[in-house]
């Protein structure tokens, strides 16, 4: 049986040492923003949550503005949501996705079709 070929764009914002905002973080942050919590995020992901919050940590340390609001668990059980900030910087990393997939469009094609079959 022929596997059929993907195509992945692995776009990351670095900020010092840091990786500001990846493919894995932008999972995270959509993760969080159907969840509701970080723990049903990590979860969904198969990571831990220790995991999930050092990511959301170095993220809201690397933005002007934190990218998700956390509260922590007790009587009302916590929960964590995106920012306006998290929502935007999801809303344009996906838009550049989509920008670099149509401007690639007639190279991808080129190179899909001088893969091995």
Known sequence: MAVKPRVQFRLRVSKGDDIA???GKIDLLEAIARSGSITGAAQALGMSYRRAWLLIDT???????PVVDAEAGGRRGGGARLTRSGEE??????????HAARAGREDLRAILRLLRR
Not at 59 to 64: K, S
Not at 89 to 98: G, K, L, P
Request: aromatic share 10%; with cysteine.
């Open 21 to 23: 905002v990846g493919p």
């Open 89 to 98: 910087v999801v809303r344009r990393y996906r838009r550049v996705e989509q």
């Open 59 to 65: 993220m809201n340390r690397c933005f002007v503005r």
